[in-house]
């Protein structure tokens, strides 16, 4: 069965600059599209960024457009979300999810989620 772990999550200062990991094991990494979600108290999940197979395809959340990035290295089976410049408003629980089928920003369609990291940004 497939297996999501994210790190990397903590207490950063508004400005500052988290990058977190998430490692899947249980089958091969390099046919998955990865996403990135991120879920607030009393908020929807919100996609922040997907990455397709061989990562030629990226999308980002309007949200955080410019100021993260994502990337993988399926060698590694692990992918990566750089995020910069952080806001307060990016304090939220972020999840990386894998999908088999297709690239896309659409939560029902992933296969497999990790159990989340906690960022939160203090101003």
């Known amino acids: 069965q497939v297996q999501l772990v994210e790190s990397g999550g903590g207490l950063v200062q508004a400005g500052g600059s988290l990058r977190l990991s998430c490692a899947l094991s249980?089958?091969?990494?390099?046919?998955?599209?990865m996403g990135w979600f991120r879920q607030a108290p009393g908020k929807e999940r919100e996609f922040v960024a997907a990455?397709?197979?061989?990562?030629?395809?990226?999308y980002y959340g309007d949200s955080v457009k410019g100021r993260f990035t994502i990337s993988r290295d399926n060698a590694k089976n692990t992918v990566y979300l750089q995020m910069n410049s952080l806001k307060p408003e990016d304090t939220a629980v972020y999840y990386c999810?894998?999908?088999?089928?297709?690239?896309?920003?659409?939560?029902?369609?992933?296969?497999?989620w990790g159990q989340g990291t906690q960022v939160t940004v203090s101003s």
């Open positions: 999810a894998a999908n088999y089928a297709s690239l896309t920003v659409v939560v029902r369609y992933y296969d497999y």
């Open positions: 249980g089958r091969t990494f390099g046919r998955y599209h």
């Open positions: 990455i397709s197979r061989s990562g030629d395809n990226i």
